[in-house]
């Protein structure tokens, strides 16, 4: 009996011994299959940051690193400029056209207008004023039109601020430490002068203003279409510039010259 008690024991604790070497297994199993899952998922959030900054660093045309309604100022100008409010800007443009039709096409002058509303206000108000008189046998009230300063001296010095700042720019290039901008600057001048010996001041004024409320809005809406095009322009535009540097640009002596001394 007491042999047959030790045979049933000895299955019992051999089975239990089995049975903690099972769990042992299952537990190091999950604990691995854990860390590899920690593992994929570190894998995954470092690939979604990779993506993330590839995405910071798209090409952006002149090298912009805010949306296009900061770059035009923000508030009320990039609105209409944005066509954020589609009625202002097509009554901007409008006008616009409307002052071009009227001067260029028309052919009418600018003397001749201000005199004829200067004609036609002092009409109005003479014949108002004794009509008042002649019915209500009082003259009227007419208001007196006052202008306010502040404006008008915010104005003047915020295009003094600006100017001051071109003629600077102006002295910088000038200057000849930046070759290249000074020979950007020189074509964009050369292009300008041809430009404005096809149209006159007002037709010029027009189209740029045209190209204002067009250009910007359909940037805003297809930028990403059109800043890799961008991007192959510019390297080619840099390929183009290298070869003409190489041999044009470092031919030309930089530097001030030294004078000969005179025996």
């Known amino acids: 009996m007491a042999d047959e008690s030790e045979h ?3 299955p019992a604790t051999g089975e239990s011994l089995l049975d903690k070497i099972a769990d042992k297994l299952h537990g190091h199993d999950s604990s691995s299959s854990s860390d590899s899952d920690s593992d994929s998922g570190k894998k995954e959030s ?3 940051k990779d993506t993330s900054s590839i995405k910071d660093k798209v090409f952006r045309l ?5 949306p296009v309604h900061s770059v035009l100022g923000g508030g009320k100008p990039a609105d209409v400029l944005l066509w954020r409010n589609k009625k202002i800007s097509a009554s901007v443009l409008s006008v616009a056209t409307a002052v071009w039709i ?3 096409l028309l052919e009418y002058h600018l003397l001749t207008l201000v005199g004829h509303i200067l004609i036609l206000l002092l009409a109005v108000l003479f014949l108002w004023s004794n009509a008042h008189t002649f019915i209500h046998k009082a003259p009227p009230r007419i208001p007196v039109v006052h202008l306010p300063e502040e404006p008008f001296l915010q104005f003047a010095s915020a295009l003094t601020i600006e100017l001051n700042r071109g003629f600077a720019a102006l002295h910088a290039i000038g200057s000849g430490r930046d070759l290249k901008t000074f020979l950007a600057v020189i074509v964009g001048t050369w292009i300008l002068s041809i430009v404005g010996s096809w149209v006159n001041f007002l037709t010029l004024f027009y189209i740029v203003f045209v ?7 359909f940037y805003d809406k297809y930028e990403d279409k059109i800043d890799p095009l961008a991007e192959k322009a510019l390297i080619e535009f ?9 041999k044009v640009l470092s031919k030309i002596p930089k530097g001030p010259l030294k004078g000969k001394k005179l025996a």
């Open 8 to 10: 049933t024991a000895a």
């Open 46 to 48: 470092s690939s979604i």
């Open 211 to 217: 190209l204002l409320h067009t250009v910007p809005v």
């Open 62 to 66: 002149f090298g912009r690193e805010k």
């Open 238 to 246: 840099k390929k183009q510039y290298a070869v003409f540097d190489e």
């Open 102 to 104: 009227f001067f260029e």
